[in-house]
């Protein structure tokens, strides 16, 4: 059977969560873990309410007491990635200050990891975004977290005169986490062309240093001369 139909619009109450007082019931949280391996195996499209229902071992009905429909239960999901990325950004908060190359490889790879404990929840929240608001809503907050801790960080260094001024800070936090979030979309799904896992930490951490403590205009100013350079006619 289909999932139960869900109004035009995704209204915020399309999660579709009971009273507070559920929110620690066991059935919630088994209906959670199997959203979380059925999507290790297919695509949210490819599993109803009925398998969820199953793999939680309660009835249909019982389903619909916790959750409105299965988008809603990928919000839950992706709530709980929300709180372990706020704690973990608290953490990395207060280390503001070090060396650069083992401070970034520490918020990179934390970026990762927080993904990465729950890989296919995350590539379920960033294929759905494009079609669910309020998985894009949520995916946004998300990403708005680490944009505004990396523009925090940005601004740390260039105070402290370590990093140049050159584009505005919260602009470059936005390129380099929206560079992080497609590579690491590309490699948790094995996409083709994409960084191997063990590789793609190592080439981010570089993009990061060369963009935050590299003067970008210097480095243009010398690109434009080699490439004038090229095209001298000889004497």
Known sequence: MSDRPVPRGYVQASRGRRSSHHSGDHREQAILATAERLLQERPLADFSVDDLAKGAGISRPTFYFYFQSKNAVLLSLLDQMNTKAHTTLKLLRGKL?????????????AFFEVSGSHRAVAVAGAAAKATNPEVRQSWSTLMQRWISFTTLAIKTERERGVAPNTVPAEDLSVALNMLSERLMAATFTSEEGSIAEDRVIDALVHIWLASIYEDGQVAADTRNLLRQARFVAPG
């Open 97 to 109: 200050s070090g060396d650069p190359a083992v401070l970034w490889r520490s918020r990179i790879e």
